[in-house]
């Protein structure tokens, strides 16, 4: 596979009870869903408009940290040249608590990128991604559940 240029097309998903911010690194090819919903205590989405729904209910916003980058496939190790998405649009309409990174790559360009001009800090979380094949499910949602919980409506 060939190192290209990818702009990130998703809109940030947040509202004005947004209460916790989670932030990805960048869109995946895949994701685990069915963990999310377990955090959140609720059933498995069927549709993109069900998801976003069950995380708004729950006053949890969504974004990424990048904006866009080159990117082979869905490899973080092989990221560079990122342009970060400016997150204050969620923080300025929201009464963000939180802001939680999922996994080490999102965390780093948080760090890099995002932590200096927002003034605020992240908090680590594990990657929910299939690729990090360490944590099983009923380990990343007993450790994203302990996060969260204290957020969630």
Known sequence: MELKTQVHNIPPLYDEKSRVLILGSFPSVKSR?????????????????EKKAMVLRRGVAM???????????SSDASITNVVPNDLSVILDAA????????GGTSY???????????????????????????WTKEKLIEAWGAALKPYLF
């Open 33 to 49: 869903e069915a963990a999310l919903a377990a955090v959140l205590g609720e059933k498995t989405p069927k549709s993109v408009e």
């Open 95 to 102: 009464d963000i608590q939180a802001i939680f990174c999922n």
């Open 108 to 134: 780093a360009c948080y760090k890099k990128y995002c932590r200096a001009k927002l003034g605020r800090e992240a908090v680590q979380l594990p990657s929910t991604s299939p690729a990090n094949a360490r």
């Open 63 to 73: 974004w990424d940290t990048i904006g866009s980058c080159e990117i082979v496939g």
